[in-house]
T-cell receptor, first 110, second 116 residues
Framework: DAKTTQPPSMDCAEGRAANLPCNHSTISGNEYVYWYRQIHSQGPQYIIHGLKNNETNEMASLIITEDRKSSTLILPHATLRDTAVYYCIVRYFGNEKLTFGTGTRLTIIP | DVKVTQSSRYLVKRTGEKVFLECVQDMDHENMFWYRQDPGLGLRLIYFSYDVKMKEKGDIPEGYSVSREKKERFSLILESASTNQTSMYLC???????????????FGPGTRLTVL
């Protein structure tokens, strides 16, 4: 699986959009981008995934660049409950494993 | 909603004890996973199972074994607990094999194990 690079920490004001970047410059054509988050003292929670098109669900939007070497997770109106560690994971079709890095610790500021 | 439950939130054991960590999922998922999480190291896969009585080693299987006798239950066994197995243990399950959608993993709340 391709390796990902994320900033170790970010702050965002409550009510603003939180934009979390992820670099995956060695991604191959059949690898998907997944995002999970882990709120303190809980297990990770799936957020969204994509292959090459932008994706949106009730939790977030995922923007993948045209060359697929980077992506951005967008939480449109961040709340205090969005404070968590966010993991960007690249995974190829048929691989059952998720390889978690150390993620980005996002703090939402009141 | 998918629910993944783990038998204990906190567990304290002594060195050399045999430890069982239980995980149950209620959504008929084929795949189940055991991870451990340590500060600075992220989550690391210990073992996974894609069917009853089937198991595959993950990245760090040494010192652990697993059992899956029923589809909904996946047990992690520490045959002889050691202090370096003090960690947060997380169980997860997923529905399908490999391809999204439907392959996202659902995690339990974790068991914080301390080995003295």
């Amino acid at each position: 699986d391709a390796k990902t690079t994320q900033p170790p920490s970010m702050d965002c004001a409550e009510g603003r959009a939180a934009n979390l970047p992820c670099n995956h410059s060695t991604i191959s054509g059949n690898e998907y981008v997944y995002w999970y988050r882990q709120i303190h003292s809980q297990g990770p929670q799936y957020i969204i995934h994509g292959l090459k098109n932008n994706e949106t669900n009730e939790m977030a939007s995922l923007i993948i660049t045209e060359d697929r070497k980077s992506s951005t997770l967008i939480l449109p109106h961040a709340t205090l409950r969005d404070t968590a560690v966010y993991y960007c994971i690249v995974r190829y079709f048929g691989n059952e494993k998720l390889t978690f890095g150390t993620g980005t610790r996002l703090t939402i500021i009141p | 909603d998918v629910k993944v439950t783990q038998s204990s939130r906190y567990l304290v054991k002594r060195t050399g004890e045999k430890v069982f960590l239980e995980c149950v999922q209620d959504m008929d998922h084929e795949n189940m996973f055991w991870y451990r999480q340590d500060p600075g190291l992220g989550l690391r896969l210990i073992y996974f199972s894609y069917d009853v009585k089937m198991k595959e080693k993950g990245d760090i299987p040494e010192g652990y074994s697993v059992s899956r006798e029923k589809k909904e239950r996946f047990s992690l066994i520490l045959e002889s607990a050691s202090t370096n197995q003090t960690s947060m243990y997380l169980c997860a399950s997923s529905l399908s094999w490999g391809a999204p959608p439907g392959d996202e993993q659902f995690f339990g709340p974790g068991t914080r194990l301390t080995v003295l």
